[in-house]
């Protein structure tokens, strides 16, 4: 069994680096489903998982300069504080109920199908955007629509691990349309590394966190991670943004069913 933790925690690493989705959305449908690990122990240990490999990420994305450390700043303000707010009121009402959880994934599913739309018509929504600059955010309003998302963010991660990365690309895609798809791989990982980490402390604090299982995770997802990182550039745009949908689609499969 741990021999199957460390290959699933590669094959998410290796996703999570070249797209900068995949983390939440694959690794937790993938502990509770195929390995039975119980939902609330998933979200905690797979928050964990990507406070970590999101690391290993940004450090590879920072080194290409994909990373654009504003946008960082912005969607930090907004998410950091919700993340903390979020682990606090779970632990008042006595942790993750299936209710919430199932309607969260349901709310994720259809975030994810709106990430591949975002991505496949990218080019089109670039060129209505040129052509009506008058629907551009910018200055302040940029900047605080940015701030509200993150705190959106902050929330859903907290509660089920997923949306860092899908949710987040998504926002990237539509806020800031002329970020090239490595771009978009490098600030989603960066921006996910202090918030998954402060939801993961929220999680330790409720004590759903398995640290064996954790450990076997990340034995594989660091090298997957740090390789995936380091091709996203490499790989042509075309190439990235169909594997980005492509895998984003069988997430929305894998939430709904």
């Known amino acids: 069994m741990t021999v199957s933790y460390v290959v699933s925690g590669f094959a998410v690493g290796l996703l999570v680096g070249l797209t900068g989705v995949g ?21 905690g240990t797979d928050l964990a998982f990507a406070s970590v490999t999101k690391v290993a990420g940004t450090v590879a994305h920072r080194s290409r300069g994909t990373v654009r450390w504003d946008i960082v700043k912005l969607l930090s303000l907004g998410a950091l504080p919700a993340a903390v707010a979020t682990a606090l009121i779970l632990k008042y009402l006595g942790g993750i109920s299936a209710e919430i959880g199932q309607v969260i994934r349901y709310s994720i599913a259809v975030s994810v199908l709106l990430t591949v739309v975002a991505l496949l018509f990218k080019s089109k929504l670039q060129h209505w955007l040129n052509a009506h600059p008058e629907k551009h955010l910018h200055g302040k309003k940029l900047a605080a629509a940015t701030i509200v998302a993150g705190l959106i963010l902050g929330i859903l991660v ?5 949306g860092a990365g899908a949710v987040g690309a998504t926002i990237l895609v539509l806020l800031y349309p002329r970020l090239s798809p490595a771009e978009v791989a490098g600030t989603d990982i960066a921006y996910a590394v202090p918030l998954t980490a402060i939801a993961a402390l929220g999680h330790w604090w409720l004590g759903s966190i398995d640290w064996n299982l954790l450990g076997a995770l990340l034995l594989g997802s660091v090298p997957g991670i740090t390789i995936g990182s380091l091709a996203a550039r490499a790989v042509p745009e075309k190439f990235l943004r169909a594997l980005l949908a492509l895998t984003l689609t069988s997430v929305a499969v894998k939430l709904i069913y």
Not at 23 to 43: D, E, K, N, Q, R
């Open 23 to 43: 983390g939440g959305s694959l690794m937790t449908p993938l502990l509770t489903l195929l390995f039975g690990i119980h939902p609330s122990v998933a979200v």
């Open 158 to 162: 907290t509660i089920s691990s997923i």
